[in-house]
């Protein structure tokens, strides 16, 4: 009985492996083919899928990071500002004893 492209593409969301659908191609390819060709459409449509999330996820991981980067650099020159301060503070008690 011939298998449909359709009937591939929900074998992949059904979770069927592909060295199950292998095995069933090579046991009769004439039969399987448009079934073996849905498998691979379907499983083609998840990995794009993912491919479009994993880059919305990395945009919005680079916004953070170019987030944390400018507050770490305000950090640093508030740090400094604090820094010198304290250095004028402990030069001018010096200069008082």
Known sequence: M?????QGAAAYKAGVKMCE????VLANPAENHDWLMGFLNAQNEAVASLEVRYGALLEKQEVF????????EKLVVENMALASR????????????
Do not use: S, W
């Open 21 to 24: 659908v292998q095995q069933e």
């Open 2 to 6: 011939k298998r449909t492209f359709e």
């Open 65 to 72: 990071i170019c987030k944390l980067e400018q507050q770490l």
């Open 86 to 97: 304290l250095k004028m503070a402990v030069v001018f008690k010096a200069e008082l004893h």
